[in-house]
């Protein structure tokens, strides 16, 4: 992966062919993003808005086969990497990715619903098709999902897509300018007090307009899922904790649900309490 960032880095010209070829792939779109990501945080929103133009030109055409995921995602990573460089706080690079998200689900509830019933039509073959393998009593309790909930699954999907790709483009950043600035950055983010509020209300207020806007609601939580993972790993990293345990909380994390309402909720108390700042490093001139 470091080679494919000094790749990009040497100019203009490799930067697009790395983004448009990895754009047009199925597989990759998301590296594509990444390197959008890459140019606009080291070189500027307009640098990066030319790599972003060639890059659209393969994700155009995969909208129009159906697939409108490489276009919603590169236009939401560069949303969000202008809010990195311009303010230097992933707090606010998490709420742009927020409102990637919540702007796709609207566009595709407003322009999109043929795309979305396509969905859910596929999805309703794969049901019926489990059903006559005698597995009635199964998919008889899977309710049919709404188009608003398949809009707000998508766009949660977009939200986190952005995120990721962000974090791969800052780690690139790190890796070749600035040698462990990403590790620094990352266990510092906390969200604030203000902004951890404003999150919550909204995200409640949606989620008491009925089952089909509570996927919409948790894009909302979004960021503090990435605070509450930033926030174990800066707590790991000061009390020296072995990453074996790490890798067991990841485990824990994807599997368990309460384990992610737990992260969720130790990040809102954060907010206000600063965990990190209450616990002293662990090392030799700690004792």
């Known amino acids: 992966m470091r080679a494919l960032a000094e790749y990009v880095m040497k100019g203009r010209s490799q930067a697009v062919i790395a983004a448009a070829l990895a754009t047009g792939t199925v597989l990759f779109a998301w590296v594509g993003a990444a390197v959008i990501a890459l140019v606009t945080l080291r070189k500027g929103s307009n640098q990066g808005g030319q790599v972003l133009l060639w890059a659209m030109l393969p994700a155009v055409v995969m909208a129009a086969m159906g697939d409108t995921g490489p276009v919603t995602t590169l236009l939401g990573v560069m949303l969000a990497a202008i809010v990195l460089r311009s303010t230097a706080s992933w707090s606010w690079a998490l709420v ?97 007090p203000q902004l951890c509020v404003a999150l919550l209300l909204v995200g409640l207020l949606l989620s008491t307009l009925g089952s089909d806007y509570r996927l919409l609601a948790v894009i909302f939580a979004l960021p503090f899922m990435f605070a509450g993972l930033a926030l174990v790993h800066g707590l790991a990293a000061k009390r020296q904790i072995n990453s074996n345990i790490l890798i067991m909380f990841y485990i824990a994390w994807l599997l368990f649900d309460p384990v992610k309402a737990l992260l969720i909720i130790a990040a809102i108390v954060d907010s206000w309490i600063n965990f990190r700042g209450r616990v002293a490093d662990k090392g030799p001139g700690s004792e």
């Not at 990715?97 to 795309?115: D, P």
């Not at 309790?141 to 791969?168: D, E, K, R, Y």
């Open 96 to 192: 742009a990715a927020v409102v990637s998200g919540i702007v796709t689900a609207l566009v595709l509830m407003t322009f999109g619903r043929g795309y979305l019933e396509e969905i859910l039509r596929l999805l309703g073959d794969a049901l019926a098709q489990l059903a006559s393998q005698n597995t009635e009593s199964a998919t008889s309790q899977v309710a049919q999902p709404t188009v608003t909930q398949v809009a707000g699954l998508l766009g949660l999907s977009n939200a986190f897509m952005v995120v990721m790709c962000l974090i791969l483009a800052r780690w690139w950043q790190s890796l070749l300018y600035n040698p462990g600035g990403f590790r620094t950055e990352f266990h510092a983010l906390r969200l604030p």
